[in-house]
């Protein structure tokens, strides 16, 4: 189970030039808010990648992640570029919460970069997106059959949430109830 104690939340090259190609892309995208306000609340870190060339991360998440710094990368795998390493080893936590597009490419390699570099790799299934529904299906497949947790957003959230008799109980339940 995610414990927030040991979380933190990997947001994966949600950018203008890609994000209007991806299938279902409005409720993956309010899906992931939901939990980077909910990491937010749970004071959860909070890595944010972009790949170069594919424009600027989407308004939406941008108002979310405000100052948090992101990392522009080359690589397909977040795991292989050398500053998002460097701040995962900075927050020194060991459970990942991946949203994300592409499923079958950004996603799916880091998820298994990460889980064979000993991570516990949860991926937010509701909050992850593919141009075509079947490269997200085999990406979810692949990363079920190598070790990688399936969650949603909701279930992570109230994982780290334990209980609703919590300080942070009032305000995940607005966010919940967003939609």
Do not use: W
């Not at 309010?30 to 870190?45: D, E």
């Not at 397909?76 to 500053?83: K, P, T, V, Y």
């Not at 979810?140 to 957003?153: D, H």
Request: with cysteine; net charge negative.
């Amino acid at each position: 189970m995610l414990d927030r104690h040991n979380a933190l939340l990997i947001v994966i090259d949600f950018q203008e030039r890609m994000l209007p190609h991806i299938e279902g892309k409005e409720q993956i995208l309010k899906n992931a808010c939901k939990l980077i306000k909910a990491a937010k609340i749970f004071g959860i870190p909070i890595l944010v990648t972009k790949q170069k060339k594919l424009g600027e991360i989407v308004g939406e998440i941008r108002r979310e992640i405000e100052d948090t710094e992101v990392i522009e990368k080359v690589t397909f795998s977040c795991f292989r570029n050398e500053r998002f390493v460097e701040k995962l080893e900075e927050v020194n936590r060991k459970k990942c919460i991946i949203v994300g597009i592409e499923a079958h490419i950004c996603v799916l390699q880091t998820a298994l970069d990460l889980l064979a570099d000993g991570y516990e790799v949860h991926v937010a299934l509701d909050c992850i997106g593919s141009r075509k529904e079947k490269d997200k299906e085999v990406a979810i497949e692949k990363m079920v059959q190598g070790g990688i947790i399936p969650t949603t957003a909701e279930t992570a959230i109230y994982e780290m949430l334990e209980s609703a008799d919590t300080k942070e109980f009032k305000e995940i339940l607005k966010i919940v109830k967003e939609g």
